[in-house]
């Protein structure tokens, strides 16, 4: 079982920055593939990043490729979402999750490739 904590959401104004956190509770953290994932009002739940479990890779959608950037601490058990030049449209509740065993890069962008999920950190873009 993985319980997966999200912190560093809030209001910020367009232009600005932020730096999300997820906290995993498991025993093995580097066996576990990492996305995080977006949801805004009414609209269904979408890809943001993903990283490998050694993170030497991270896979991007093309709406944020070139302003966020994810990383991981295996040692702290801990994924991150940097946020920079954020835009109103980035407004959202934002989830981490946990995979294992995602075999190609596509399968990132699937919720479905994802077995355990946060609660969801709010962050809210004004313009």
């Known amino acids: 079982q993985v319980q997966l904590v999200e912190s560093g959401g809030g209001l910020v104004q367009a232009g600005g920055s932020l730096r999300l956190s997820c906290a995993a509770s498991v025993r093995t953290f580097s066996n576990y593939n990492m996305g995080w994932f977006r949801q805004a009002p009414g609209k269904e739940r979408e890809f943001v990043g993903g990283i490998t479990r050694s993170g030497d890779n991270t896979y991007y959608a093309d709406s944020v490729k070139g302003r966020f950037t994810i990383s991981r601490d295996n040692a702290k058990n801990t994924v991150y979402l940097q946020m920079n030049s954020l835009k109103p449209e980035d407004t959202a509740v934002y989830y981490c999750?946990?995979?294992?065993?995602?075999?190609?890069?596509?399968?990132?962008?699937?919720?479905?490739?994802?077995?355990?999920w946060g609660q969801g950190t709010q962050v809210t873009v004004s313009s």
């Open positions: 999750a946990a995979g294992r065993g995602i075999g190609s890069s596509s399968g990132y962008y699937y919720t479905g490739a994802y077995a355990y």
